[in-house]
């Protein structure tokens, strides 16, 4: 008798624990979830004031992004009033400055053997392959199969890695073979572009290659300056973006 009653009593202080730990966890829980509403709202009400003030910082990346498209969409349209025909008083075409053909122009595409399959076959298969004869690549890898493609491929024996110094060989290599080649127009380009040559040498003709002319942008908002010297001067030098035009000047 005895045995039972106690038996009972450890059942109902079991159970009442159980039953206070039950509790305990679902009012945690309510807490949680009122905590979470309440920061929801004043997120939601924080930015709403934000936008009101003007404070919202992605509706400033948006107004930056947003004149850097207009920015873009002009210079579209500058490059494709390139040749266009420019009404004068009889509404003819402007003659160009400089009658230029596609033998005038050293195009130079720079690329790494690890891209060769990548993005040069898709260039030989594309513009290259109506333009062999003035566009000459420049890597720093053998490779019989891009060979077969084009005879205009040159191994510049420079480093594959992407640094200021190998950059800098390979930029030498070409312009090397430009002068060389006495071509009027010296055009770099970069392994991932593409090139529209007919709209390429109507830009071009409409300056005269005997002058100081670089057209494009580089590809840093300022200049860098070299780690070796020269005498007591320090050389700075503008570093060219991924694709850029060289007057010859002779």
Known sequence: MLKNCWRKLLLSLVGATLTCLLVLVVDQQKRQLVQMAQTDLSGLIGAASSVQGGGDPSAK????????FSQLTRERKDVEQVGAPSAGASGASKPPIEDITAKDVFIA????????????????????????????????????ELQKKTDNVISTNCS???????????????????????????CHVDDDNYVNVKTLIKLLSRYSHTNDIYIGKPS??????????ISESKMVSERPGEMFFLARKN
């Not at 930029?171 to 073979?177: F, G, K, S």
């Not at 200049?223 to 070796?228: G, K, L, M, V, Y």
């Open 160 to 186: 594959a890695a992407h640094s200021r110094q190998a950059l800098s060989c390979k930029m030498a290599v070409e312009y090397d073979t430009f002068i060389e080649s006495n071509m009027k127009w010296f």
């Open 61 to 68: 990346d948006a107004q930056t992004f947003s004149a850097y």
């Open 220 to 229: 840093l908002d300022r200049p860098i300056q070299a780690t070796e010297r």
């Open 109 to 144: 595409v720079k690329t790494t053997k690890k891209f060769h399959r990548s993005r040069m076959d898709l260039l030989m298969d594309t513009w290259i392959s109506r333009n062999k004869e003035q566009t000459f690549i420049f890597t720093d890898g053998e490779d019989e």
